[in-house]
């Protein structure tokens, strides 16, 4: 099982590569109103960025990938906007399973499915259950997810365990998270200018290098991710220490 911690990373180029890259991908909604066209077609002009650096990183060995594609706060947005955007989820999953599989990339889900449409439950039910072993690339999607969520219920199941306060650590709190088995994100990207992290892997992002970018997500591409992991060779992460 993979460990959680930060000695994960390979090097590429003779530079560190991250193991585990998440993306705060934002901005869909503003790229479509300067192109005057709607809000629906900005996510779907999201779903191909989607695809290129889901690309991108399954070629270059980023080994762990999360998305965060749908947060508990969004379910406040118009229902014709919640509706064709897991109407997206379904058509991204049926066109890009056989890619997937060709990859070697397995997918996986941080959040609460229960309250997801009927459609799209089945559709990442099958696609996950399709993808269980392969192991090249861990695709995570964050979907109706929130991370004080995710921590309060890592609580809720720990306690309900029998777990005692005095046995619990950090690795055994991780251990309760949708994240389990998986390292930590050493990079978080954000895009769209923003520069919060949205409730987004709270527990898990405590020691990841953050990297903001005004690109807006429909227009980031493989050249932006490189930027991203530029700026991430060049710093130095001392973890706490000197």
Request: contains cysteine; hydrophobic residues 35%; glycine residues 8%.
């Amino acid at each position: 099982m993979l460990q959680a911690d930060h000695q994960t990373e390979t090097v590429t180029n003779g530079q560190p590569l991250p193991a585990h890259i998440a993306i705060i991908m934002d901005g869909n909604g503003r790229w479509a109103t300067a192109r005057s066209l709607s809000r629906s077609e900005g996510h779907r002009a999201g779903a191909e960025a989607v695809r290129r650096v889901v690309t991108a990183c399954r070629r270059l060995g980023v080994r762990h990938l999360t998305l965060y594609s749908f947060s508990k706060e969004n379910w406040s947005r118009p229902k014709e906007e919640v509706s064709h955007l897991f109407g997206l989820l379904v058509d991204f999953l049926t066109k890009e399973l056989p890619t997937l599989q060709e990859n070697d990339i397995s997918l996986h889900v941080f959040g609460d499915l229960d309250r997801l449409p009927l459609a799209s439950r089945k559709a990442l039910t099958y696609a996950m259950g399709k993808c269980r072993d392969n192991k090249g690339m861990c695709l995570n999607l964050a979907l109706n997810y929130s991370g004080r969520d995710e921590i309060l219920a890592a609580c809720r199941k720990y306690m309900e365990s029998g777990g005692k306060p005095e046995d619990l650590t950090s690795e055994i709190f991780s251990g309760q998270l949708y994240s389990a088995g998986q390292p930590d994100p050493d990079l978080v990207i954000r895009t769209s200018g923003e520069q919060r992290i949205s409730n987004f892997l709270l527990f898990q992002s405590a020691y990841s290098e953050f990297y903001f970018t005004p690109t807006l997500w429909p227009d980031f591409g493989e050249a932006e991710l490189n930027e991203a992991l530029r700026s991430y060779a060049g710093r130095k992460r001392r973890f706490g220490g000197l």
